[in-house]
């Protein structure tokens, strides 16, 4: 398995940070093994408030019960979370094992406010969702 640095340095979110800033990062995130078939959050739920990257396995991306989009390693969800108290506004799913290094909002919080580039990347994040509703397409957001 890839070590934590290198997985974080494939995200937009943080691939303008320096190895040393990824390395403090990184300590910020932990392990999880997820099983086949579980679901990671619920759409409409407060299913924790938890960003997750993909390092091994598959995820299926669910919006009002129908398949969006599929992520794999590398891949990130749960970003909405970290500035929003909202309900989740869609479902992941494990599609095999699959494991995730999973980071709290408060934890990146803490982070983000040493790291103003960061806030900035999660900006244009979502405005991009925002734009991708206007224009009518979906992106797989949650």
Same mark, same amino acid.
């Given at each position: !398995?890839?070590?934590?640095?290198?997985?974080? $340095?494939?995200?937009?979110?943080?691939?303008?940070?320096?190895?040393?800033?990824?390395?403090?990062?990184?300590? @910020?995130?932990?392990? *999880?093994?997820? $099983?086949?078939?579980?679901?990671? !959050?619920?759409?409409?739920? !407060?299913?924790?408030?938890?960003?997750?990257?993909?390092?091994? &396995?598959?995820?299926?991306?669910?919006?009002?019960? &129908?398949?969006?989009?599929?992520?794999?390693?590398? @891949?990130?969800?749960?970003?909405?979370?970290?500035?929003? $108290?909202?309900?989740?506004?869609?479902?992941?799913?494990?599609?095999? %094992?699959?494991?995730?290094? /999973? !980071?709290?909002? +408060? @934890?990146?919080?803490?982070?983000?406010?040493?790291? %103003?580039?960061?806030? +900035? $990347?999660?900006?244009?994040?979502?405005?991009?969702?925002?734009?991708?509703?206007?224009? /009518?397409?979906? *992106?797989?957001?949650?």
């Amino acid at each position: !398995m890839a070590r934590p640095p290198e997985v974080l $340095k494939s995200v937009p979110l943080f691939s303008g940070l320096s190895q040393r800033e990824l390395k403090r990062l990184a300590r @910020d995130f932990s392990e *999880r093994d997820i $099983k086949p078939g579980t679901s990671v !959050m619920r759409e409409g739920e !407060m299913s924790g408030i938890s960003f997750f990257v993909i390092v091994e &396995g598959t995820a299926s991306v669910t919006l009002d019960g &129908g398949q969006v989009r599929q992520l794999g390693p590398g @891949d990130h969800f749960g970003e909405l979370a970290l500035v929003s $108290k909202r309900a989740r506004s869609a479902t992941v799913t494990a599609d095999g %094992p699959m494991r995730c290094l /999973g !980071m709290r909002a +408060w @934890d990146f919080r803490k982070f983000a406010k040493e790291h %103003p580039d960061v806030i +900035w $990347k999660l900006l244009e994040y979502v405005v991009g969702v925002l734009e991708d509703e206007r224009s /009518g397409r979906t *992106r797989a957001r949650s």
